[in-house]
């Protein structure tokens, strides 16, 4: 059982990235999944959700507007899409499968994580 994020690199500002969760050894059909990342010194930060029926999206603050999470089950896999980069997305992102998220009292969560999956490094720099 192994879920692996890909697809992360340099990018400059107002750059895009697509980062790609795939599972192997199990499937995400009915998993909701979620993105977190982890820059140098800092808490680990929930990005987005999706929920396991793919019709339900959710966004940290942070990240609305810019980051779009897609999911396609016949590729078992999730994707990060990730536009208008700025140099405080620089982090190592994580996918994980996650009992729960969405929005409590207006603020994103993800919680309950079962599968964490190896990162991918983002850098955005100039």
């Known amino acids: 059982v192994q879920l692996q994020a890909s697809g992360g690199g340099l990018s400059q500002p107002g750059g895009s990235l697509r980062l790609s969760c795939a599972a192997s050894?199990?499937?995400?059909?009915?998993?909701?999944i979620a993105w977190f990342r982890q820059a140098p010194g800092k808490e680990r930060e929930g990005v987005s959700c999706?929920?396991?029926?793919?019709?339900?999206?959710y966004y940290a603050d942070s990240v609305r507007g810019r980051l779009t999470i897609s999911r396609d089950n016949a590729k078992n896999t999730v994707y990060l899409q990730m536009n208008s980069l700025r140099p405080e997305d620089t982090a190592v992102y994580h996918c994980?499968?996650?009992?729960?998220?969405?929005?409590?009292?207006?603020?994103?969560?993800?919680?309950?994580?079962?599968?964490w999956g190896k990162g991918t490094q983002v850098t955005v720099s100039s």
């Open positions: 994980a499968t996650v009992q729960g998220c969405g929005y409590r009292r207006g603020r994103y969560y993800a919680d309950g994580i079962h599968y």
């Open positions: 050894g199990f499937s995400l059909d009915y998993q909701n």
């Open positions: 999706i929920s396991s029926s793919g019709r339900n999206e």
